[in-house]
């Protein structure tokens, strides 16, 4: 099934629709890859932080021996981790990625958080009772590196930079010091947190908008009984059954269809194979009205032991 795209300010297409690979484990991850190139996928989220780099870049490298897809044809993307934030990191950090998948240069490079870790070779830097030890790098710098970043751009080693889990106010500090703006913005979102308001901004600035979590992240590690679940929603099993879809193609429709590009994670063929029929069939306007009233705000992916970081994102409303 093919994907529609979106045209990032370079002229790169963007598919509406990616695989997301974090907590692929290796040995799943590589198959995964695979069977979604197979599927139709052409677009495929990775990060350093996810630790399976070096597998997404397996599944990749048969299906471009394979004849399937040409480096072309894909678009990847990658993020700096916070432990990376140092100006002089930066550089370093794309070409860790771009050897462990194999490439040559990114479809798309995130600043996967605003908080930077102290530097050094720990992703997970802790003090003594197990905090995480920060370290005083505006990320308006790591940006203007990231004028190491928009350097890059122009030797070429990645096409489109952008910001993760950032707030409005992180997001137009970063602005008001770009020469090259952020293209992409990638933020939890599915139903229970419909980030509408994140949403309008980012159009209005111009920042193509990635759902992230999509299903609401039902593996995450700090999953724990009794959180809202999206998936589980009784409200959205009629909607499903009226279209013969499933409760995850109906929130991934919902995602594509107000203009969020959505990168499911599965390392199930038939899931994966699932995930992206979802060009097929339309909700009615009713519909979206209804599944966008069921916003809670929950955030799976909040990161609330981390609140205590000055640049922590997500004190602010949106
Ligand atoms: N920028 C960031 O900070 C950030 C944070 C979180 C996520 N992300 C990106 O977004 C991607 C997606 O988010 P996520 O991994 O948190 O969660 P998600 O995509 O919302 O949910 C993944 C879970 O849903 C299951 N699943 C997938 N398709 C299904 C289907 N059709 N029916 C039933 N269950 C299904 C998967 O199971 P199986 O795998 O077992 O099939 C997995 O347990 C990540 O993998 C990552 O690439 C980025």
């Given at each position: 099934?093919?994907?529609?795209?979106?045209?990032?300010?370079?002229?790169?297409?963007?598919?509406?629709?990616?695989?997301?690979?974090?907590?692929?484990?290796?040995?799943?991850?590589?198959?995964?890859?695979?069977?979604?190139?197979?599927?139709?996928?052409?677009?495929?989220?990775?990060?350093?932080?996810?630790?399976n780099e070096n597998e997404v870049g397996a599944g990749l490298k048969a299906k471009f021996d394979e004849g399937v897809v040409k480096r072309e044809d894909i678009f990847i993307t990658s993020k700096l981790w916070n432990n990376f934030h140092h100006p002089d990191d930066v550089e370093e950090a794309v070409?860790?990625?771009?050897?462990?998948?194999?490439?040559?240069?990114?479809?798309?490079?995130?600043?996967?958080?605003?908080?930077?870790?102290?530097?050094?070779?720990?992703?997970?830097?802790?003090?003594?009772?197990?905090?995480?030890?920060?370290?005083?790098?505006?990320?308006?710098?790591?940006?203007?590196?990231?004028?190491?970043?928009?350097?890059?751009?122009?030797?070429?080693?990645?096409?489109?930079?952008?910001?993760?889990?950032?707030?409005?106010?992180?997001?137009?500090?970063?602005?008001?010091?770009?020469?090259?703006?952020?293209?992409?913005?990638?933020?939890e979102c599915h139903p229970y947190l419909n980030q509408k308001q994140l949403l309008q901004f980012a159009k209005e600035k111009g920042l193509v908008f990635t759902a992230y979590s999509p299903l609401g992240s039902p593996d995450r590690p700090w999953a724990k009984p009794g959180d809202p679940s999206i998936?589980?929603?009784?409200?959205?099993?009629?909607?499903?059954?009226?279209?013969?879809?499933?409760?995850?193609?109906?929130?991934?429709?919902?995602?594509?269809?107000?203009?969020?590009?959505?990168?499911?994670?599965?390392?199930?063929?038939?899931?994966?194979?699932?995930?992206?029929?979802?060009?097929?069939?339309?909700?009615?306007?009713?519909?979206?009205?209804?599944?966008?009233?069921?916003?809670?705000?929950?955030?799976?992916?909040?990161?609330?032991?981390?609140?205590?970081?000055?640049?922590?994102?997500?004190?602010?409303?949106?």
């Amino acid at each position: 099934m093919a994907v529609p795209s979106v045209q990032l300010p370079s002229g790169v297409k963007m598919p509406v629709l990616g695989l997301g690979t974090w907590k692929s484990k290796p040995g799943e991850v590589t198959e995964a890859v695979k069977a979604a190139i197979d599927a139709g996928y052409r677009h495929i989220d990775c990060a350093f932080n996810y630790g399976n780099e070096n597998e997404v870049g397996a599944g990749l490298k048969a299906k471009f021996d394979e004849g399937v897809v040409k480096r072309e044809d894909i678009f990847i993307t990658s993020k700096l981790w916070n432990n990376f934030h140092h100006p002089d990191d930066v550089e370093e950090a794309v070409k860790k990625s771009l050897t462990s998948l194999g490439l040559d240069y990114l479809d798309l490079y995130l600043i996967h958080f605003p908080m930077a870790y102290k530097r050094g070779p720990e992703m997970n830097p802790k003090d003594a009772e197990g905090n995480v030890i920060g370290e005083d790098i505006p990320f308006t710098d790591t940006w203007k590196v990231c004028v190491a970043l928009e350097a890059c751009v122009e030797s070429g080693l990645l096409r489109n930079i952008g910001l993760s889990n950032f707030n409005s106010k992180q997001i137009q500090a970063v602005i008001d010091v770009a020469k090259v703006k952020p293209s992409v913005l990638q933020v939890e979102c599915h139903p229970y947190l419909n980030q509408k308001q994140l949403l309008q901004f980012a159009k209005e600035k111009g920042l193509v908008f990635t759902a992230y979590s999509p299903l609401g992240s039902p593996d995450r590690p700090w999953a724990k009984p009794g959180d809202p679940s999206i998936m589980e929603d009784p409200k959205l099993k009629p909607i499903a059954d009226k279209y013969g879809k499933s409760v995850a193609q109906v929130l991934l429709r919902w995602g594509v269809q107000r203009d969020t590009i959505v990168i499911p994670k599965s390392v199930t063929p038939a899931r994966i194979q699932q995930n992206i029929r979802v060009f097929d069939f339309a909700l009615t306007s009713q519909e979206m009205e209804t599944i966008d009233g069921f916003n809670v705000p929950y955030r799976a992916c909040d990161v609330s032991w981390l609140d205590y970081m000055p640049d922590y994102p997500f004190h602010e409303p949106f």
